[in-house]
C-alpha cells in the first residue's frame, strides 16, 4: 500500500499563478484534509472532505479551493498564488472521522515568489 | 479557542537517554494525538490516545483527560528519534477540528 501519495514534493510559483497539489490514497478512507505547515507553528487546517461531493473550510481556507469527485482523491488548488502562500502542504486521510487517527502524505513544499 | 502547549521546546539529549515530553490542552478533548516528524518532514502518527496508557517499544503516552496534559515518553533514546513532536487534539465540540501544538525539536546526539 502506497498510503496517501502528494504531488509535486517541490513547487515554487510567481505570484498570481495558480497551480495544483494532487493527493490520492489507496485506503478507502472517507475523511480527507490539508493543512499547512509554517515555521514554529503547528500545522493548521485548511479544507476537508467528509466524503465523496462533500467539502468543507477550516482554520484557514482564505486562497484555496477543493473538491472530492472520489474517494481516493483531494487536489487542492491555489487560484492565484501569494507569497503568504508559501509553506509545506500536507494531505491527510483517516477513516472513521476527519479529527480521527489521521495519516499523512510526505508534504508539498511551495514556494512562491 | 483551546489552547495547545508542548514543553519543552527544544530538547538536546545523548543517545540512550530518556526523555518526557509534554502536552497541555486548555479545553476538554475528545481524543489526542501524538507525531513524529522527522528530519525529512515525514510526519508519523505515534499515538492516538483520548485517555489513559499506550505502548508501542521503546516509545510509550499517557494522557490524563480529566487533568488536560499528556505525556509522550521516549526510552533509549536513538538518533533516529530525533525530529519533531506534536501533539494535537479534537476539541470536546466534536467540530472535525483538530488543533495543533507547535511542538518539540529533538535532537539525539550520537
Known amino acids: 500500500n502506497a498510503g496517501v501519495t502528494q504531488t509535486p514534493k517541490f513547487q515554487v510559483l510567481k505570484t498570481g499563478q495558480s497551480m495544483t497539489l494532487q493527493c490520492a490514497q489507496d485506503?478507502?478512507?472517507?475523511?480527507m484534509s490539508w493543512y499547512r505547515q509554517d515555521p514554529g507553528m503547528g500545522l493548521r487546517l485548511i479544507h476537508y472532505s467528509v466524503g465523496a461531493g462533500i467539502t468543507d473550510q477550516g482554520e484557514v481556507p482564505n486562497g484555496y479551493n477543493v473538491s472530492r469527485s472520489t474517494t481516493e482523491d483531494f487536489p487542492l488548488r491555489l487560484l492565484s498564488a501569494a507569497p503568504s502562500q508559501t509553506s509545506v502542504y500536507f494531505c491527510a486521510s483517516s477513516k472513521d472521522r476527519v479529527a480521527g487517527e489521521l495519516f499523512f502524505g510526505e508534504g508539498s513544499r511551495l514556494t512562491v515568489l | 479557542g483551546i489552547q495547545v502547549e508542548q514543553s519543552p521546546p527544544d530538547l538536546i539529549l545523548q543517545e540512550g537517554a530518556n526523555s518526557t515530553l509534554r502536552c497541555n490542552f486548555s479545553?476538554?478533548?475528545?481524543?489526542l494525538q501524538w507525531f513524529h516528524q522527522n528530519p525529512w518532514g515525514q510526519l508519523i502518527n505515534l499515538f492516538y490516545?483520548?485517555?489513559g496508557t499506550k505502548q508501542n517499544g521503546r516509545l510509550s503516552a499517557t494522557t490524563v483527560a480529566t487533568e488536560r496534559y499528556s505525556l509522550l515518553y521516549i526510552s533509549s533514546s536513538q538518533t533516529t528519534d530525533s525530529g519533531v513532536y506534536f501533539c494535537?487534539?479534537?476539541?470536546?465540540?466534536?467540530?472535525?477540528?483538530?488543533?495543533f501544538g507547535k511542538g518539540t525539536r529533538l535532537h539525539i546526539l550520537p
Open positions: 485506503m478507502n478512507h472517507e475523511y
Open positions: 479545553d476538554s478533548v475528545n481524543n
Open positions: 490516545i483520548p485517555s
Open positions: 494535537a487534539v479534537e476539541r470536546l465540540n466534536r467540530d472535525d477540528k483538530i488543533i
